[in-house]
């Protein structure tokens, strides 16, 4: 059996396989499948046929040669279509003209444009005019025709064929394409000719089979153009995907004032509001309605009212075949029950249907078409959470930019947190705080930031760093808070001397506003107007539909009381990790904190850490007040000592006087403390097993706070590597609860469980177990200490890796399942195999990462942890992970509506 290398579709005879969507849409490219699909629908298509995907592997498998079958093939195609239509390919009487179009599994741009026209010569042209007894229409055809093909197959550059046409219509002295008359037409193209003899060396192809494989090879050959190669790249791509190539019977929409030709979707693609929204033109053909040439008009009267316009739509002038198009647009809607972009053109009175596809929407319409078309019984609730990305939902949470305003880009960065905001450009945290305090809204701009910034951080309404990337202290922290920002934007050079930024020869100073979309990464001189979201309606309707699917709970990252309501406001089920260093960062603090890590004994170290036990308390108190009736796990101490002490000598000077010390003495603590490797030194339970006070005194504040509120603490020991150093904290946490349940009568329950960040702990969770009544894996640790990778410094050379794709995508935004994930599958195991009953989640980064949330539902964590503002995300991408892992265990458990 030799392979089908062509497909018809449109003629009676189609052989498309029915079912393209599936592997047949890999087989005939987007394009070609739904064409033969609407064919196969019984809509109005132009006959043709789809050279498969399969022809350009071959291609290039095979030195560039075609399959030995596939000219007879074509031929056979092409008799199909000539024998629909009724006339000839090459004929010189009345000629069959064609369109050639690239077309691969997703529209990809960088492949060959389409040609329209093909076909025409200087004899058949005679023919054409003729037979349609149009002569100007004939002509204008075959100008646009070797214009297209002299651009896209021959490679003569378009400016030149618009020069000579420019000429033309100086010469003529008329305005519009549409004034020439079929002379000046004849005239264009015989200068059209001798442009592509001058360029090329050769003559324009006569021969109409000569055009049409020149047209062939030229969207084969476009595979592999560099604009192609690199959009693969970025979009991962294969290679061996191949496009198919169409050839289809023209139809004209050039034709005189009962043509047209126009796009449509077949609902608003970016409001979502169901009605049909779309431009024509009349008497024009293919891409006169994108070139903007003329101005097109709306489809449909309610269209043009809401645009203002005054130029009549389809509905009026149409009114016939708008009926019918409507028609389609319903037919095609129930067929694909998705939003379709569509192309058609009119050829005298009757319709055609050149193109369709899932059309593109903004995130609000995507939201508000999942949503209706639930309502109108086209899909079921599952399939409705299965379209919507979960992503993208961060566009509806945070303030976006008013897409009609006007913006001047400074410089771009990552887009680290999304959102838009504007405000006074400071340099410094305290600076933020200060002017915030005014009432003033800030953009706190670094370099970089780190612990000591989080009260500039949080004071401002947007932060611009120029060094780290997504996963930078100013990255995470702004998500977690749901500050815009804007990480690594390397163009921009801050100076703190100055106070001043720069790129290049713009310099902005501390007090000029800026604006930053942390969504996009851009950084924007003046205020530019932003728009408020909206939480209500669909968007509560799609998130109701999420937890009811869900298996897997959602909980938050937060330890300010504000976090934790936005939290819960989002839908979080309790706190999965509580920082409770940020508490000792607060100012009124970190002063009873610094003589704590100055005091020489125990007993010293008590005395100080007294003066933070009511302040501790007072903080789980409101916390737990917030998260009433639900879980709240509190990591204790987890940094290094020296993160809290001062370190500009202005400060040190300060702390100096407070504590009555020298500021020598100071120093030499600091020099004690200086660590080389902080994030390997002594952090984390390492500081509870050498200074038991500390852990000794938050877990008594916990358990003050806990008695008065109906709430179950789950204590959390952090970065422990042995089982040992767990039991040893476990007692101490332990011992406290007894002291507090004795001198106050009363108990709360509470756990004790463990961080799983080192991959020992990971390898030994077994041993583990026995004391940890629940695992969290902290996979941001867990992610460097596995891959030996700091996340800090990483972000230099990380785009390198992904480059050559050493990764497929950053291991700290999206776990590493093979390597990270393995050690995660290993302890759930081994910590269920000795204890079936131990509570499992993440709060790690990656919590908040649709694919890692995937990943923690497959191996049956109980729930996922992460910053507030990605709860709603964590929602849905969990909804979605249950319903896909459901469907794999059961293929047809996704059902599809009838
Ligand atoms: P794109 O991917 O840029 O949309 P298409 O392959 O859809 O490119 O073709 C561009 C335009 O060419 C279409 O909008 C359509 O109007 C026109 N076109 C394509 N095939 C035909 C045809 N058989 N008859 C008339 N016009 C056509
Ligand atoms: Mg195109
Ligand atoms: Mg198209």
Not at 11 to 40: F, H, I, W
Not at 87 to 106: E, Q, T, Y
Not at 112 to 135: P, Q, R
Not at 390 to 408: E, I, N, R, S, V
Request: hydrophobic share 40%.
């Amino acid at each position: 059996m030799t392979t089908q290398w062509v497909y018809s579709f449109g003629a009676k005879e189609s052989n498309a396989r029915p079912d393209t969507q599936g592997p047949v849409k890999n087989l005939l490219g987007g394009k070609g499948a739904n064409l033969a699909e609407m064919a196969s629908l019984g809509l109005p298509v132009p006959p043709g046929f789809t050279i498969t995907t399969e022809v350009c592997t071959a291609f290039y498998k095979n030195a560039e040669q075609y399959p030995a079958e596939l000219r007879a093939q074509v031929d056979a195609a092409l008799k199909k279509i000539e024998n629909a239509v009724g006339v000839k390919f090459g004929d010189a009487k009345n000629p069959l003209l064609l369109s050639v179009r690239s077309g691969a599994r997703v529209s990809m741009p960088g492949m060959m444009d389409t040609v329209l026209n093909l076909g025409l010569n200087d004899e058949t042209v005679v023919g054409l005019a003729t037979s349609s007894g149009d002569e100007r229409f004939a002509w204008d055809s075959y100008r646009r025709f070797v214009q297209m093909y002299g651009d896209v197959v021959l490679g003569v550059s378009h400016h030149d064929f618009e020069d000579i046409l420019d000429q033309q219509k100086r010469d003529d002295n008329v305005f519009n394409d549409t004034d020439l008359s079929a002379d000046a037409w004849k005239n264009v193209v015989a200068e059209y000719k001798a442009l592509v003899k001058r360029d090329t060396g050769a003559d324009f192809p006569m021969n109409p089979v000569d055009q049409l494989w020149g047209a062939v090879g030229a969207v084969f050959k476009s595979w592999m153009t560099a604009r192609a190669v690199s959009y693969r790249a970025i979009h991962d791509i294969p290679e061996d995907w191949g496009t198919a190539v169409n050839v289809q019977a023209m139809v004209f929409g050039n034709m005189g004032d009962d043509c047209a030709t126009g796009v449509a979707f077949t609902r608003d693609p970016s409001t979502g509001e169901n009605y049909f929204y779309g431009e024509y033109l009349i008497n024009a053909q293919g891409e006169d309605v994108v070139a903007g040439i003329r101005t097109p008009q709306s489809l449909t009267i309610l269209g043009r009212e809401k645009e203002g316009s005054n130029l009549p739509s389809m509905e009026e002038t149409m009114p016939g075949v708008f009926k019918q198009l409507d028609d389609v647009r319903q037919t095609l809607e129930k067929h694909y029950r998705d939003m379709q972009d569509i192309e058609f053109t009119v050829q005298s009175g009757t319709l055609y249907m050149l193109q369709t596809r899932t059309g593109k929407r903004t995130s609000a319409a995507a939201l508000k078409i999942a949503v209706d078309m639930v309502g109108e019984g086209l899909i079921t609730k599952e399939e409705a959470l299965l379209r919507l990305e979960p992503q993208a939902l961060d566009q509806l949470l945070h303030p976006t930019l008013d897409p009609a305003a006007h913006k001047t880009i400074l410089t771009r960065g990552l887009p680290a947190s999304p959102g838009a905001a504007s405000g006074i450009v400071v340099f410094s945290a305290d600076d933020a705080e200060a002017m915030a305090k005014d009432g003033k809204k800030v953009i706190l701009c670094r370099r970089e930031t780190s612990p000591e910034d989080i009260h500039g951080m949080h004071a401002a309404a947007g932060i611009l760093t120029t060094r780290g990337g997504m996963t930078s202290h100013a990255a995470v922290v702004a998500r977690g808070m749901g500050r815009a920002c804007v990480a690594g934007a390397g163009a921009l050079q801050i100076d703190y001397e100055t106070a001043t930024m720069r790129v290049g020869d713009r310099v902005v100073k501390a007090g000029d506003v800026i604006t930053i979309d942390g969504g996009a990464g851009e950084v924007m001189l003046g205020a530019v107007p932003t728009v408020q979201p909206e939480l209500s309606g669909d968007f509560a309707t799609v998130m109701q539909w999420a937890d009811d699917v869900r298996r897997m709970g959602v909980r938050a990252n937060a330890e300010t009381p504000l976090d934790a309501k936005t939290a819960r406001g989002f839908g979080a089920e309790g706190i999965g990790l509580c920082r409770t260093e940020h508490m000792f960062f607060d100012p009124t603090r970190i002063q009873h904190v610094r003589e704590m890590i100055f005091a020489n004994n125990a007993p010293a170290r008590r005395d100080a850490l007294a003066k933070l036990l009511p302040a501790q308390r007072g903080d789980f108190a409101e916390l737990f007040e917030i998260m009433r009736g639900l879980p709240v796990t509190i990591r204790l101490l987890d940094p290094p000592l020296h993160e809290f002490l001062p370190q500009s000598d202005a400060d040190i000077a300060e702390f100096a006087r407070i504590a009555n010390i020298g500021a020598d003495q100071v120093r030499m603590r600091l020099r004690e403390l200086h660590e080389t490797n902080p994030m390997l030194g002594h952090r984390g339970c390492r500081l509870g097993m050498t200074y038991p006070e500390i852990y000794e005194m938050q877990a008594r504040a916990i358990f003050e706070a806990a008695i008065k509120v109906d709430v179950t603490p789950e204590i959390m020991i952090p970065l422990i590597a042995t089982h040992r150093e767990l039991a040893v904290l476990k007692k101490l946490v332990d011992e406290t609860a007894v002291a507090v349940f004795a001198e106050t009568g009363k108990t709360v329950s509470y756990t004790v469980g463990t961080m799983i960040e080192l991959p020992r702990a990971a390898l030994t969770a077994d041993e583990i177990a026995p004391d940890a009544a629940f695992f969290s894996f902290g996979t941001n640790d867990l992610t460097q200490t596995t891959l030996g990778l700091s996340r800090d410094d990483s972000a230099l050379f990380m785009n390198d890796y992904l480059r050559q794709g050493v990764f497929a995508r950053d291991p700290f935004a999206t776990l590493d399942i093979d390597g990270v994930g393995q050690l995660v599958r290993i302890a759930v195991e081994k910590g269920r195999k000795v204890r079936p009953d131990i509570k499992l989640g993440i709060c790690g980064e990656h919590g908040g990462d649709p694919a890692s949330i995937a990943f923690c539902e497959s191996v049956g964590l109980h729930y996922v942890s992460c910053s507030p503002y990605r709860v709603p995300i964590a929602r849905l991408a969990a909804a979605q992970a249950t319903i896909r892992e459901n469907a794999g265990k059961k293929p047809d458990a996704v059902k599809r509506a009838a």
